[in-house]
């Protein structure tokens, strides 16, 4: 079983930048293939960015690429999702989830995800 807890969520102004982190149980954390997820209201959960277990590649939605960096540091079982240039449409409950082996696809479907955190929320403002 695999925990999953994100913080760093909060209130920020267009423009500016947060970082979010997930602090993940497990001792394989380094075999998981690892996302990010949003949820604004009234809308579908949607794929923001994900980061692969053995290569460490990275995978973006559109609408974020450029923008949000995605990164993890196995040693100490967390992920990050830098933010910046945030813009109101951005605001959503972030989650973090794991994929962990044998590896699902694809990575942009909330279905390809066991686990799944408890969502931090992020709110943008003009």
């Known amino acids: 079983q695999v925990q999953l807890v994100e913080s760093g969520g909060g209130p920020v102004q267009a423009g500016g930048s947060l970082r979010l982190s997930c602090a993940a149980s497990g001792r394989t954390f380094g075999t998981y293939t690892l996302g990010w997820f949003r949820q604004a209201p009234g809308k579908e959960r949607e794929f923001v960015a994900a980061i692969s277990a053995s290569t460490g590649r990275t995978y973006y939605a559109g609408s974020v690429k450029g923008r949000f960096t995605i990164s993890r540091d196995n040693a100490k079982n967390t992920m990050s999702l830098q933010m910046n240039s945030l813009k109101p449409e951005d605001t959503a409950v972030y989650y973090c989830?794991?994929?962990?082996?044998?590896?699902?696809?694809?990575?942009?479907?909330?279905?390809?995800?066991?686990?799944w955190g408890q969502g931090t929320q992020v709110t943008v403002s003009s």
């Open positions: 989830a794991a994929n962990p082996p044998p590896k699902k696809y694809p990575y942009t479907a909330t279905t390809t995800y066991d686990y």
